[in-house]
């Protein structure tokens, strides 16, 4: 039970120091990675009284089992978390899901109409139209979407700029985060570090997106980008040059901070990621473990 109560001690603080250490210019990848290991710490802290439960009654003991009180309702209260956490956070994810899909699905069939071509891995899909507009899309194969409008008002160099800062957001699994952070905010919204997932992690992909295309091609060009668009929409399921944060983005490029934009910065936040989907994937095949061998006992 004091491990739960840690949990939830902890989805206080955590919004508040990973606030703290993106004020103080720590690299958006390196948070990326803090926020899922911090998410599947908690989610885990608040699934181990259910599961301590199930261990003892199921596992550890032949005879009569002798559980306080004060256990049995600590296991009923994470069940219940758990249980309606899986519920409301899996459809979230499912409706996400869903939305991308149909959103890829057309912008998939305007490439076939405007190229007569299957869109490949790395396909910008240009779209003919006078406004500057460019927006990364989830899917197989991730897609970048932009319109002929950026050449109206960027150089050539700027552009490719803008189209890097949309490449990043595919290769590095942005929009998965943005689902995952939307998912554990549909399922333990009543956690601070949960609800505020979604704007946290929106900041951080679009910072990390920044730092990555600023590293190849120079922070004043992707500056410039955003100062022009920043009042551009993208899609509501699509990830844009111009996002969260705008000030904060455009305070970074001007300081030209790109920590953890790398490799290495990649590889941390691919691991925030294989967290936040791993440990409840595993939390739920040892619950589903537990109970099956409850029920054959
Ligand atoms: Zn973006």
């Not at 939830?8 to 210019?25: D, I, N, Q, S, T």
């Not at 057309?106 to 139209?129: D, S």
């Not at 008002?153 to 699994?173: I, K, Q």
């Not at 949960?194 to 922070?219: I, K």
């Amino acid at each position: 039970m004091w491990w739960a109560l840690l949990g939830v001690a902890a989805g206080y603080l955590v919004p508040v120091a990973l606030r703290a250490l993106l004020r103080r210019g720590v690299g958006a990848a390196v948070l990326l990675c803090a926020w899922g290991a911090m998410v599947s710490l908690i989610v885990t802290a608040l699934a181990l009284p259910v599961l301590a439960e199930l261990l003892r009654r199921c596992w550890l003991s032949a005879g009569p089992v002798d559980s306080s009180r004060v256990d049995t309702a600590a296991a009923a209260v994470s069940a219940v978390i758990v249980v309606v956490a899986a519920v409301r956070g899996g459809w979230r994810f499912g409706h996400l899901s869903r939305m991308r899909h149909r959103l890829h699905g057309k912008h998939f069939e305007m490439n076939w109409l405007l190229t007569g071509q299957r869109p490949r891995p790395g396909t910008v899909v240009w779209l003919p139209a006078t406004e500057p507009l460019a927006y990364s899309l989830a899917g197989q194969p991730p897609l970048v979407v932009a319109t002929t409008g950026l050449y109206r008002v960027f150089d050539d160099a700027t552009v490719s700029a803008v189209l890097a800062h949309e490449h990043a957001h595919t290769a590095r699994r942005h929009h998965l985060f943005v689902s995952l952070a939307d998912t554990v905010a549909s399922g333990l919204g009543w956690l601070p570090v949960m609800r505020q997932s979604p704007s946290l992690v929106r900041t951080l992909v679009e910072l990390d997106a920044d730092a990555h295309a600023a590293r190849a091609h120079g922070h004043h060009r992707l500056l410039q980008a955003l100062r022009t668009m920043q009042h551009t929409p993208a899609p509501p399921a699509a990830l844009g040059i111009a996002g969260e944060c705008t000030q904060l983005r455009m305070a970074r490029l001007s300081a030209q901070s790109c920590g953890g934009a790398g490799r290495l910065g990649g590889a941390a936040a691919r691991l925030g990621a294989g967290l936040v989907l791993g440990v409840p994937a595993l939390l739920s095949l040892s619950a589903v473990i537990a109970v099956v061998s409850c029920t054959a006992a």
